[in-house]
């Protein structure tokens, strides 16, 4: 089977982070190391203190427990929809009520619909960009004048899980431009998208002091592993490889944009490393691929059930969905 569905790496994790935990796998009878080394790793990269930086479980984690931590029955969750569906579960889950915004046409977050739908009742607003499952991210000066707008008491929680797929220097980097200079914004980041790293479950925020702490409290002990904690930390040297996927994925990405325009389809501009495409009937389409081995998500638990998200693989995935959509679709 041919795995397009969830956005993985296809290349794996990077050399230095299997060595990493190659070489830590022989002692795993032992609870974890504290955060401490990534963290202090992760400060330094970021230019923030280490207070400022709270590792979870994968990102995931990490979004149940912004929400768990600063909202409760009566509280008001902002998000653009579609996006991604646990922001709304784990409102659910705390009791909170999500309120959805339309997308921008081009499928990036519509920043003036979030503003516009703020109440006294909102508590955390969440900004995707680029935007899962449609793929357009927000630009830099926008980004600004929204946080310029929202009220301090609102946390804005820029959900950055994709930003080391963007090339686009008009596109914003959150944590530099806005973290540490503002009191109510947070930014979330993952080493399960180009660190290849989903399986093992490491992700982050970088945000104010207090709401660390707040997160820090609700969280699991011991809940990032020691393999996690290793791997990371082994990833973050190799900015080389980082780049190498980053350049492959974005002419993999303009490949398969291509491949749906010969067909009839027209992607959503996208900048991460998937496309969203309206084929009509998402799961009918998804069904069908399966059939042939291709396994693409169809999007309607996001919301869009015209549409279905295709992950880019490597040069030869790629080949081979471009074949089975080809038999598959009609061209029309
Ligand atoms: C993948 C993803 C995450 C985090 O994934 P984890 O594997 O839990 O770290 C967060 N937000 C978005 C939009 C994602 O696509």
């Known amino acids: 089977m041919l795995r397009l569905a969830t956005n993985e790496s296809p290349y794996g994790p990077f050399p230095a982070a299997l060595e990493a935990i190659a070489d830590a796998v022989a002692t795993i009878q032992r609870y974890p190391e504290p955060d401490t080394a990534l963290v202090a790793r992760l400060a330094e990269r970021h230019g923030l ?58 499928g990036a977050v519509d920043l003036d619909a979030l503003r516009g739908a703020i109440t006294p009742s909102t508590r955390l607003v969440w900004v995707c960009t680029p935007n899962n499952p449609t793929g357009a991210s927000v630009g830099r ?78 969280r699991n002990a011991f809940d990032v592993s020691e393999l996690a904690h290793v791997a990371a930390l082994a990833s973050l040297d190799d900015a080389e490889e980082l780049a190498r996927r980053r350049d492959v994925n974005e002419r993999g990405r303009i490949a398969l944009e291509a491949t ?18 309206d084929v009509g009937d998402g799961r009918a389409l998804a069904g069908s691929l399966m059939r042939e081995g291709v396994i693409v998500r169809p999007l309607d638990p996001f919301g ?29």
């Open 49 to 106: 203190a280490p207070e400022q930086i709270a590792l979870g479980n994968g990102g995931d984690a990490v979004i149940g427990y912004l929400t768990a931590a600063l909202t409760g029955p009566g509280d008001e969750i902002l998000t653009a929809w579609p996006s991604f569906p646990t922001y709304v579960g784990d409102a659910e889950k705390s009791g909170a009520t999500p309120v959805l915004t339309p997308l921008r046409p081009d």
């Open 304 to 332: 869009a059930p015209e549409c279905i998200r295709v992950t880019v693989g490597t040069p030869e995935e790629n080949a081979v969905l471009t074949d089975v959509l080809a038999r598959t679709l009609q061209p029309r």
């Open 141 to 218: 000066e926008e980004l600004a004048a929204f946080l310029d707008a929202v009220p301090e008491d609102v946390l804005v929680v820029v959900d950055e899980a994709y930003c080391d797929y963007i090339t686009d220097p008009g596109y914003p980097d959150a944590i530099a431009e806005h973290v540490g200079r503002r009191p109510n914004v947070a930014v979330l980041r993952t080493f399960s998208k180009i660190y290849g790293l989903a399986g093992l479950r490491v992700g982050y925020m970088v945000g104010p002091a207090e709401v660390v702490r707040e997160v820090m409290k609700i």
């Open 260 to 277: 749906f325009a010969q067909l009839g389809m027209q992607p959503f501009p996208a900048c991460a490393n998937f496309l969203c495409v």
